[in-house]
């Protein structure tokens, strides 16, 4: 007899999960999935077209997950998968209690059930928790792969928001391509960076078709490289796993799920930030790995600024503008734009609070801890309407925007800006290049005229 199962997510491991494990097993019923952390992500449908139309010809509900015990009860369910990452061990623990008081199972599935092979060598990229800086780390990798002569595909940990059978396969070489995929503020902050460097990347739903797509890119591929999101584990198996860790939040890499998953199964692991962070918390990071995974590879980095116009600071009332993940579930209360404001002399920083409208101002009430900075947040046309409108409210002098992509070329801002960049710099040896000059060797990878030498 079937099993009625709830797949509890976020609009990205769950569709995962159930396309590696549950897609076409008649062992098991999927009767929902619930959403939580992403606005407006519930309410819709994961389609047949994706689910599979011999077994879920009508697709699978996505439902919010404050109403799982009465799902539980009213479906009859008999195991519920969590799915979904940067979660606390206590706020994991207190959703595994809702789900076994309601009489289900509570079930984590693992890499061996979900990960998927590639036929080329694959590169991971993942983090103990959202914000460390898994994407300047990935972006640092593709430069040394590219450097070497090589060609390099990376494939994005999902954030399908809109249609999700039109997002299936989605492939991004060039700027024009994030509105022709009506891509969100958060994709684009993780897609741009990437083709204006010169690479490819994709993204998607269906992350097998995905990775045959990015293999047989029409451009070439001789490396995938998997940039992570939040704290998840991979979707492909690894040949080189690569984790980051962040000394502004010391005792995360063994206290978040699945953080603490990356920092055990990394061969490298980056200690970024640690030009901005105390000896102390970079201690206790690093002392964390040491017990948890002895045998990885420890890489001291350093995320220096680069500030486009810093007299435009000095004195100044300052707007801070942040990336929106990593205030909100990444729990950050200190980015990019804060130090660079802080650092070029800005007066004060204005609190964007008693300003905020619509969406913006419900983020607020959700993440009460964000305190003076204002999260990019813009998962749909109200949310990015409402940020035009809290910037336009907000008393400054000036913007200081620590996004990844260009802001003002979504949101229209009538206040001076000042962009702020940011990407990984190692500090001492082992660096990134000799990590990579090995993987390089051992794939046999210099028959593409690339040399291993070069530094």
């Known amino acids: 007899m079937k099993r009625n ?40 449908k994961y389609p047949s077209e994706l689910a599979g139309a011999d077994l879920y010809p009508a697709g699978i509900p996505i439902m919010a997950e404050i109403n799982l015990p009465k799902l539980i009860k009213d479906l009859d369910v008999k195991d519920c998968v969590f799915a979904y990452s940067d979660v606390p061990y206590q706020r994991l623990m207190n959703i595994s209690s809702i789900v076994n008081a309601a009489g289900a199972n509570f079930i984590l599935l693992g890499p061996a059930e979900t990960m998927v092979k590639s036929t080329k060598p ?119 796993m690569i984790g980051v860790a962040d000394p502004h939040r010391p005792g995360a890499e063994v206290s978040y799920y699945p953080g603490e998953v990356v920092a055990r199964m990394s061969d490298v692991i980056v200690i970024n930030k640690i030009d901005t962070a105390s000896f102390e918390n970079i201690q206790i990071v690093r002392d964390n790995i040491a017990k948890i995974n002895p045998n990885a590879i420890v890489i001291d980095g350093a995320s220096p600024l680069t500030v486009d116009n810093p007299a435009a600071i000095r004195g100044k009332r300052a707007l801070v503008i942040e990336d929106g993940p ?48 204002l999260p990019a947040m813009g998962y749909g046309d109200q949310q990015v309407k409402d940020l035009e409108a ?18 003002t070329r979504i949101v229209k801002i009538n206040k001076p800006c000042v962009k702020v960049g940011y990407d990984l710099q190692e500090i001492g040896h082992p660096d990134l290049n000799e990590v990579i000059d090995e993987f390089v060797e051992k794939h046999n990878l210099l028959k593409h005229g690339g040399c291993c030498c070069c530094k």
């Open 5 to 44: 199962v709830i797949i509890i997510g976020a609009a990205g491991r769950d569709f995962h999960n159930f396309n590696t494990f549950f897609r076409g097993n008649a062992l098991y019923n999927v009767v929902a999935f619930t959403a939580a952390q992403i606005p407006d992500i519930d309410g819709r």
């Open 122 to 240: 694959l590169i991971a990229i993942g983090a103990t928790r959202t914000g460390c800086g898994k994407s300047q780390t990935s972006r640092r990798v593709i430069e040394i792969l590219m450097e070497k002569g090589l060609k390099v595909v990376a494939v994005r940990h999902p954030m399908p928001y809109g249609d999700l059978v039109a997002q299936k396969v989605q492939r991004f070489a060039k700027v024009e391509d994030l509105a022709k995929h009506k891509c969100t503020i958060e994709e684009m902050e993780e897609y741009e960076p990437h083709v204006v460097r010169g690479n490819v990347i994709y993204s998607g739903v269906d992350y097998e078709a995905i990775l045959r797509a990015a293999e047989n890119d029409p451009d070439g591929c001789d490396v995938v490289l998997w940039d992570g999101g939040n704290n998840d584990f991979p979707f492909y198996k690894p040949d080189l």
């Open 326 to 373: 990593t205030l909100t579930h990444g729990e950050m209360r200190i980015g990019a734009g804060t130090v660079a404001a802080t650092k070029f002399g800005a007066a004060e920083l204005v609190d964007p609070r008693p300003y905020a409208v619509g969406k913006l101002a419900d983020t607020f009430r959700i993440y009460p801890n964000i305190g003076t900075l």
């Open 390 to 407: 809290t910037i336009a409210n907000t008393p400054c002098d000036v913007v200081v925007i620590a996004t990844p992509i260009d802001l």
